[in-house]
């Protein structure tokens, strides 16, 4: 009887533990083989020490706008001077400040875009991830961000918008 009992337990606490991860990692719809590529590749970042190990520099604001949040951005200084796209080592991370920690909800793809004699952006040089073409050309967030091209992949956090949306209307940075 002891023993029945502390397998009821030991499954009831297996359980739990399992609701809590899937909970952790909640993104409604399935992902295709490489978005799960992506998420495996990108796990690490969960813990922000091991992001700026790897490279990544935090910026200062939670950006928002009327249509939703992004959050705070770790940019990856090296990955965003080089030219090329690797879907497993995005040039930006996304975090959303909850209660004093930051927590991974998204990866960006970036790359900066091609300018015209005049100065004037192209979207001839428009890349693409996953079937989905990037949004822009678009201006810098920052003063040190050249006009750019990005795409955001809500792989830790349920978009409403969309997976591949700029914004997330169902989170919101802290006031």
């Known amino acids: ?32 083989p490489e978005l799960q590529a992506v998420r495996s590749a990108t796990a690490h970042f969960h813990s922000v020490t091991l992001a700026e190990r790897a490279g990544y520099v935090r910026t200062l604001e939670c950006v928002h706008s009327p249509a939703g949040t992004m959050g705070i951005h770790l940019e990856h200084p090296g990955l965003m001077a080089d030219d090329s796209l690797n879907p497993q080592r995005p040039e930006i991370l996304v975090y959303l400040p909850v209660d004093g920690t930051l927590q991974l909800v998204a990866v960006e793809y970036w790359k900066a875009a091609e300018l015209d004699n005049a100065g004037i952006p192209t979207a001839a040089d428009r890349p693409s991830l996953f079937g989905q073409p990037f949004q822009g050309p678009m201006p810098g967030h920052h003063p040190a961000m050249p006009t750019h091209y990005d795409l955001h992949v809500w792989l830790w956090a349920d978009n409403p918008a969309g997976m591949f949306a700029q914004f997330n209307p169902s989170i919101q940075c802290p006031a």
């Not at 606490?13 to 899937?22: C, E, F, P, T």
Request: aromatic letters at 4%; zero cysteines; proline letters at 3%.
């Open 1 to 32: 009887m002891k023993s029945h009992r502390s397998l009821t337990v030991l499954a009831a606490v297996l359980g739990l533990s399992l609701v809590a991860l899937a909970a952790s990692f909640a993104v409604a719809r399935p992902l295709s």
